[in-house]
């Protein structure tokens, strides 16, 4: 019987097909895949941790794919792919966005949009509008396109089961992007893990300013999330009793500004009518939440017993830490505009039966006054009348017609939109 790794050859003797095999051209192979889009540039390390290959290996390969063209230099030791595969049937995925006018759901649909196109696959945008009616019809209209797959932005957990279940059913794969959904391929942020980095720099702020002395800490919560986006708080709280450990000792004071500046600048006014505490550390849930906690401080002349921790590394955030009177210590950012890329070579590896781990976590950075300019050189260009309208205009602050959040700490940060929720993934 003749062995399935086996071919024939000239009616001989059945030989395995690993003889036929070449390992040099395999590894060629494998550093040509470790572009992941095209104009991307890799430096050697970079290559070697993606391909697993020894460094003096990696090179030789690479000099010699150079000098038959295709690879080409593109920066000092960086390396970039001019090889172009053979066009394959065009890809047709479905992204239901959080919501159209929250600012970080349009970056990331702006980003998608710029990383489908680099790879030459369509994408059809539709709107959930933070609503669950919104989120269901859209799923509907995805399957009747019949796209190859769908990526998912939406934040409430009660919905996640149904739309999984109906794309299970149609047979498309899912990516979920802030909200676990069944059966899923999550892609959003490590919400504990951010917040308790987060918690732990403003720990560190409190020893340097307030000789580690805390009476009180306050969490701006959004009740109404799942316990994903609310791990985001539990580690911020968890970040500063590790970094301060006799802040275990403080009062801790949880509000619900539904993750929207409004509600927050109210939670916060109110609670300060009977707070007698004289040094506080606020962690937030996103941006607007947290300005929404300063401004009820410095309406009531007592900006001074603050220290704000936040999550977005949103617009408003960012243009608040460069106020040089702040006390918002610093915001976690979690770059949705960078996230088409790493979104895209996911859908791509699914619909080819690559293999991908059940959840990809987006990167985040603590943005501080001392950083924030290198990681958005550009901000300047937008004005501050741009930022008042922001935080003001608001259709988060209320619920919208399903009683839902309007932006509700979506990936993780969704709330820079308008006083909206603008997070959390």
Same mark, same amino acid.
């Given at each position: 019987m003749t062995d399935e790794h086996a071919i024939e050859v000239g009616g001989s003797t059945p030989r395995p097909v690993r003889g036929y095999v070449v390992d040099a051209v395999m590894r060629a192979c494998d550093l040509l895949d470790a572009f992941r889009s095209? /104009?991307?540039c890799l430096t050697l390390r970079e290559l070697v941790q993606r391909t697993g290959m020894n460094k003096a290996t990696a090179f030789r390969l690479l000099f010699t794919l150079e000098r038959r063209g295709l690879v080409e230099r593109c920066g000092r /030791?960086?390396?970039r792919s001019r090889f172009r595969p053979l066009k394959r049937g065009r890809y047709k995925l479905g992204f239901a966005a959080l919501d159209s006018a929250s600012i970080f759901s349009q970056e990331v649909t702006a980003s998608l949009r710029r990383a489908a196109a680099d790879e030459e696959i369509d994408i059809l945008v539709l709107d959930n509008r933070y609503s669950v009616k919104a989120a269901l019809r859209n799923i509907e209209v995805l399957i009747k396109e019949r796209v190859n797959?769908?990526? &998912?932005?939406q934040n409430r957990e009660e919905v996640a089961l149904v739309i999984a279940s109906k794309l299970h059913d149609a047979g498309i794969p899912l990516v979920a992007l802030g909200t676990p959904h069944p059966g899923a391929t999550y892609y959003g942020i490590d919400n504990y893990k951010a917040g308790f980095v987060g918690g732990n720099y403003l720990a560190k702020w409190a020893k340097q300013n307030w000789g580690g002395k805390v009476d009180e800490i306050i969490l701006m919560d959004v009740s109404a999330a799942g316990p994903l986006l609310r791990s985001r708080v539990s580690g911020i709280l968890d970040g500063i009793q590790e970094g301060l450990p006799s802040s275990r000792m403080a009062r801790t004071t949880h509000l619900d500004g539904n993750g929207v500046f409004a509600r927050s600048l109210e939670a916060v006014r109110k609670h300060l009518r009977t707070m007698r505490s004289e040094r506080v550390l606020v962690g937030a849930i996103n941006d607007p939440s947290a300005l929404g906690a300063l401004r009820a401080f410095e309406e009531a002349g007592r900006a001074e017993n603050c220290g704000v921790i936040s999550q977005d590394g949103s617009f408003v955030g =960012?243009? &608040?830490?460069r106020r040089p009177s702040t006390r918002l210590v /610093? %915001?976690?950012a979690f770059f949705p505009e960078q996230y088409g890329r790493d979104i895209i070579r996911l859908a791509i590896d699914i619909l080819n039966h690559n293999m991908v781990p059940p959840a990809v976590f987006a990167k985040h950075r603590l943005l501080t006054r001392e950083n924030v300019d290198r990681f958005y050189?550009?901000?300047?260009?937008? %004005?501050?009348?741009?930022?008042?309208?922001?935080?003001? =205009?608001s259709p988060g602050a209320h619920s919208n017609k399903d009683g839902e959040l309007p932006d509700s700490v979506a990936l993780s940060a969704d709330l820079a939109n308008d006083g909206q929720p603008e997070t959390a993934n």
């Open positions: 095209q /104009g991307e /030791g960086e390396y797959l769908v990526i &998912e932005f =960012r243009t &608040e830490l /610093g %915001s976690m050189p550009n901000d300047i260009i937008l %004005s501050m009348a741009k930022l008042e309208t922001l935080l003001l =205009r």
